[in-house]
């Protein structure tokens, strides 16, 4: 089969490599049906480390089953599946509490024996626990925001849920990537009453305001920070989405956040400690988030898909075949796509 | 009357200075019945910068009101009240919020203008607002306790609260000294299943044990958070207490947070930065925490002081006259005192 290869900075390949198979008896083998390339892959794109063998990239898909281990018991062949980007159990302590990206025998695809899954096929670890199977098979014209629900969308919500947006509240979004644009959609179903969305690039703040963002904020670090204040009566928002993972999106974070407000973090970290620990101390803010618990919010989620009350698959504004997606990483490192998705 | 003014490192002295008076139509006089030094006094107590007039300094009180100004319209003269360590109108967005500590038009005592309360008398801005009368006067035996409401204890609470103690989980408390021991006794009242009390002293760990901590650690740094770890199955506690205020102690509240665990932080940050950015963010911990409101608790706290369910008045091990205040002073920071009330 062909599958997605991270050799080092901006080299990637598609390559044959040998069938993906079964190798646990809790395992599935899904046919992928559509999967995407992610901000979170442009690190290692960018990164000068060089992979001699190669690294199995792609955590988000969706497919159809096309064989289960003897152990599997809730998914079976046929199935169209939504896979999470994180495998998890589904029955310990952390999935039981919604939070599947800690669970005590899960991981995440596209790391050590796990392969990725910007490829034809991949192995699902702990089938039962990871994959959501949607029952009949789903309309074509929905593909593209059901495999958000595989990370991105989820993701968005993350940080939506750790900002506490709610109904009435201020929010604003960091970033205009397709995590952030996500965390739009998010705040706005969650019902915030002011979304202000931080991005300089008009394709994305363009998007953004189909998604619900009433104010754009198209400078950075203190100039955006006071736009912001001015924007919300010079008391900042309830509820940042921080969706860039820099120290300086951080910095930007506490200083918009109102007094007794929460930072939601989803973007990966690059950055060793949390800037601003003062100011954030004296007004009470709250900062959290991490890795997308998205397992756990397909429920959630999935009918606002179903019935088209949000449609997160407008993030995509590229389609290319497998063997594209080299011009695929280039696109999106290049910004010339915001999101780009995969018809395997 | 007698005040106390701090002038520099290691020197606090008790002066005669002119008679507290109203100034502001909002305003209230309180004869003070008891105050206390802090562990936050200590911060400036140990800076070299002098202060010439010396400041007046002391933040907790409570105390008999003596006059009110002619806006006053809630609190009467001859009530007995509990003053929190910050005032505030009580009604703008943020004390309707109960986080009174962000009022827009508050402050706090011994800052600036606003005297402080180790004194004979104290000038209270906001009076209807600020302070907390008890009807009818406090039993004599409870004063210690009810003087712990207008910091100490509400403060210990907050750490709780934003660590999101709750029936039986897993807590931790970082640093034994007064607040950290009322987090002992706040988790316990929470709920908490388990209250490890990280501290060395074993006059503070004697008295966390009969607060309700149900294990000691004694070390520090890595090893203090093995030995939480082994005493948590491997895990971690769900909520961490800080009430130290160092990045070390930060350091150890991320090592030793549970995923999906929060961290409540109330010692006054001395660190630019919330380290270990990234071990919190891929356990999705949250990290919060700031002046406490106590005004806001006392509602809730007051009913346990009254009717003898909590006794956090026994974190005073110490009593003493105002003249004595140097002392108290001296006490605390070589540790041979916990924490110091001072009977006007």
């Known amino acids: 089969m062909r599958a997605t290869l991270m050799f080092g900075a901006k080299d990637v390949q598609v390559h044959a490599v ?146 506490r947006v709610a109904p009435g509240k201020r929010a604003a979004v960091i970033g205009g990537g397709a995590v952030g644009l996500c965390g739009v959609l998010a705040a706005r179903r969650l019902g915030a009453e002011q979304i202000i969305l931080i991005d300089r690039h008009p394709d994305r703040t363009a998007l953004g305001r189909a998604f619900g963002a009433t104010d754009v904020v198209t400078s950075r670090g203190d100039e955006a920070a006071a736009e912001v204040m001015a924007l919300t009566g010079g008391s900042g928002v309830h509820s940042v989405l921080e969706c860039v993972g820099t120290g300086d999106a951080m910095r930007t974070s506490v200083e918009i956040a109102r007094p007794g407000g929460a930072i939601g973090r989803v973007g990966v970290p690059h950055y060793d400690a949390i800037p601003e620990s003062g100011p954030a101390f004296y007004k009470n803010v709250t900062v959290g988030g991490g890795p997308a618990p998205v397992r756990a919010y397909i429920d959630e989620l999935l009918p606002d898909v179903l019935e088209g009350r949000i449609e997160p698959g407008r993030v995509f504004d590229r389609v290319i075949g497998l063997d594209e997606v080299p011009e695929g990483y280039r696109a999106m490192d290049e910004r010339r796509a915001i999101k780009v998705m995969i018809d395997v």
């Open 18 to 163: 040998p069938d993906a198979t079964i190798t646990q008896p809790t395992d599935a083998l899904v046919r992928v049906v559509r999967s995407c390339i992610c901000g979170s892959d442009l690190w290692p794109y960018r990164e000068p480390e060089r992979r001699a063998q190669g690294q199995r990239i792609g955590h988000a898909a969706i497919g159809i089953v096309e064989a289960v281990g003897r152990d599997v018991e809730r998914i079976r062949a046929g199935d169209f599946v939504i896979m999470p980007f994180a495998f998890s159990d589904g029955h310990c302590e952390f999935c039981d509490e919604g939070l599947h990206t800690a669970c005590r025998h899960g991981g995440f695809f596209g790391v050590g024996e796990v392969a990725g899954a910007q490829a034809e096929a991949v192995r699902v670890p702990l089938a039962d626990g990871t994959l959501y199977p949607l029952p009949g098979g789903p309309d074509p014209a929905l593909l593209a925001s059901l495999l958000t629900l595989s990370d991105v969308m989820g993701t968005g919500h993350h940080a939506a849920r750790v900002a």
